[in-house]
C-alpha cells in the first residue's frame, strides 16, 4: 500500500540552524514527491516538487529511491519558516491522480 | 486571478442532519479534488473528478457522502444523517493536468465542519 511517513509531529529549531523535515514513503511504481505548506491562517500550498529539483525559498529536497526518502533541507532556518510541512506522495495512473500525505511536521524556527 | 474558493468557511450541525460543502475550482482547471483532514491528521483523499465524472471516488468513506460536479466546474460534496466522526475540515482542491505545471494541486481555505 501506498504511504508517506514523517516520523515528527514537531521539530524546533533556533533561527540560523539547519534544518531537516524527514519524510519517508511506500510504493510500487515510481512517484512524484512533493511538499507543501502551510503558513498560519492560510491555505495549504506548494512548495517543491522532486521533478523540478529546484530550491524554493532556500529549501530543497532530493528524493533518494534507495531509502525510498524524500527529506525537505535548508541550511539556514529563518522566523518565517514556522510553518506545517506535509510530504505528499502523487499516485497517478489509471483512472486516479489523487495525493497521499504524511501527517505533517510543524516546523517552530525560535529567534 | 481567483483562486479556490470554499463555501461555508464554517459550519456546524446537529448529528443525523444532512450537509453540503460547496467548492468553485479555478477557472479552466478540468480536476477536482476533495479531501478531509481531521486534527492531528494529514488531508485524506476522498473523491477526483475529471470534468464532470468522478474518476477515483475510493476515499468516501461510506455511502453517506456523496459527491456531484453537474457542470465540470462547481462541487458539491453531500453528507447524509451526519455523525460526530465526519467532524473535520474538508478540502477542495483543482488542477489543470494538460499544463506544464501538470499536477500541481490548488487548495482551497477549507470548510470546518463541526458535528454536534
Known amino acids: 500500500a501506498q504511504r508517506v511517513t514523517q516520523p515528527e509531529k514537531l521539530l524546533s529549531v533556533f533561527k540560523g540552524a539547519p534544518v531537516e523535515l524527514k519524510c519517508n514513503y511506500s510504493?510500487?511504481?515510481?512517484?512524484?514527491l512533493f511538499w507543501y505548506v502551510q503558513y498560519s491562517r492560510q491555505r495549504l500550498q506548494l512548495l517543491l516538487r522532486?521533478?523540478s529539483r529546484e530550491s524554493i525559498k532556500g529549501f530543497t529536497a532530493d528524493l533518494n529511491k534507495g531509502e525510498t526518502s524524500f527529506h525537505l533541507k535548508k541550511p539556514f532556518a529563518q522566523e518565517e519558516d514556522s510553518a506545517m510541512y506535509y510530504c505528499?506522495?502523487?499516485?497517478?495512473?489509471?483512472?486516479?491522480?489523487?495525493?497521499?500525505f504524511g501527517t505533517g511536521t510543524l516546523l517552530a524556527v525560535q529567534p | 486571478g481567483a483562486g479556490v474558493s470554499q463555501t461555508p468557511s464554517n459550519k456546524v450541525t446537529e448529528k443525523g442532519k444532512y450537509v453540503e460543502l460547496r467548492c468553485d475550482p479555478i477557472?479552466?482547471?478540468?480536476?477536482l479534488y476533495w479531501y478531509r483532514q481531521s486534527l492531528g491528521q494529514g488531508p485524506e483523499f476522498l473523491i477526483y473528478f475529471q470534468g464532470t465524472g468522478a474518476a477515483d471516488d475510493s476515499g468516501l468513506p461510506n455511502d453517506r457522502f456523496f459527491a456531484v460536479r453537474p457542470e465540470g466546474s462547481v462541487s458539491t460534496l453531500k453528507i447524509q444523517r451526519t455523525e460526530r466522526g465526519d467532524s473535520a475540515v474538508y478540502l477542495c482542491?483543482?488542477?489543470?493536468?494538460?499544463?506544464?505545471?501538470?499536477?500541481?494541486?490548488?487548495f482551497g481555505p477549507g470548510t470546518r465542519l463541526t458535528v454536534l
Open positions: 482542491a483543482s488542477s489543470s493536468p494538460e499544463r506544464a505545471s501538470g499536477h500541481e494541486q490548488f
Open positions: 505528499a506522495l502523487n499516485k497517478v495512473g489509471g483512472a486516479t491522480n489523487k495525493l497521499i
Open positions: 510504493y510500487s511504481g515510481s512517484p512524484e
Open positions: 477557472s479552466g482547471h478540468t480536476a
Open positions: 522532486h521533478i
